[in-house]
């Protein structure tokens, strides 16, 4: 079993950035594809950015250009770079290893 643990979210102003972060309690240099995903109320998860084991990258139409995705498998941890901030980016992000999640991380972009 993989327990997944976001840390990074609060409250930003639009404009800002924020690094958020997923800790693995397992090594990571089996999985492949890892990727954050966020939730607004109501609504299904949506896709935020993958990457692959080797550096591959995706990232959703409304968050390109303004998120990196990146990884370390020698921490055992993902992270989101986000930049840019607009209010539709308030959402719960939770990170996903293989079918693991991990519990969300909040964020909220108000001035």
């Known amino acids: 079993q993989v327990q997944l643990m976001e840390s990074g979210g609060g409250l930003v102003q639009p404009g800002g950035s924020l690094r958020l972060s997923c800790a693995a309690s397992?090594?990571?240099?089996?999985?492949?594809?890892m990727g954050w995903y966020r939730q607004y109320p109501g609504k299904e998860r949506e896709l935020v950015a993958t990457?692959?084991?080797?550096?591959?990258?995706t990232y959703g139409d409304s968050v390109k250009g303004r998120v990196t995705i990146s990884r370390d498998n020698a921490k055992n941890t993902m992270w989101l770079q986000m930049n840019s901030l607009k209010p539709e980016d308030a959402a719960i992000y939770y990170c996903?290893?293989?079918?693991?999640w991990g519990q969300g991380t909040q964020v909220t972009v108000s001035s």
């Open positions: 397992v090594s990571i240099y089996s999985i492949n594809v």
């Open positions: 990457i692959t084991g080797s550096g591959k990258t």
């Open positions: 996903k290893a293989q079918q693991w």
